[in-house]
């Protein structure tokens, strides 16, 4: 089973940042694009931002020019920082490896998440 651990979320107030991480094997961050993906209650997770393999970024466009992906081969993360956070941005925060022809992820498994609270 694939394996993902988000971490970097928090408390922070409108218009602060925040730095997430996601550790991943080397495997998968060699072979797939990646996404990071948010979910609040109720409703399903949406993809917010993607790397391919080339580091060709894309993002959704309520966080485009807000956050920056990146991905580390080295260290087997991918990483999200994110500036000028908003109340709409709370969410827990997932990664994974993203489809290449979809918004969606290729595997079934989650990890835990992130959670991350933006609030006054």
């Known amino acids: 089973q694939e394996k993902f651990v988000e971490s970097g979320g928090g408390l922070v107030q409108p218009g602060g940042s925040l730095r997430l991480s996601c550790q991943t094997s080397g495997r998968i961050l060699r072979r797939y694009d990646m996404g990071w993906y948010r979910q609040t209650q109720g409703r399903d997770r949406i993809l917010v931002a993607s790397?391919?393999?080339?580091?060709?970024?894309n993002y959704s466009d309520s966080v485009k020019g807000r956050f920056t992906i990146s991905r580390d081969n080295a260290k087997n993360t991918v990483d999200l920082q994110m500036n000028n956070l908003k109340p709409a941005d709370t969410a827990v925060y997932y990664c994974n490896a993203k489809s290449p022809i979809s918004t969606g992820s290729i595997f079934s498994g989650w990890g835990q998440g992130t959670q991350v609270t933006v609030s006054s």
């Open positions: 790397i391919t393999t080339e580091n060709i970024t």
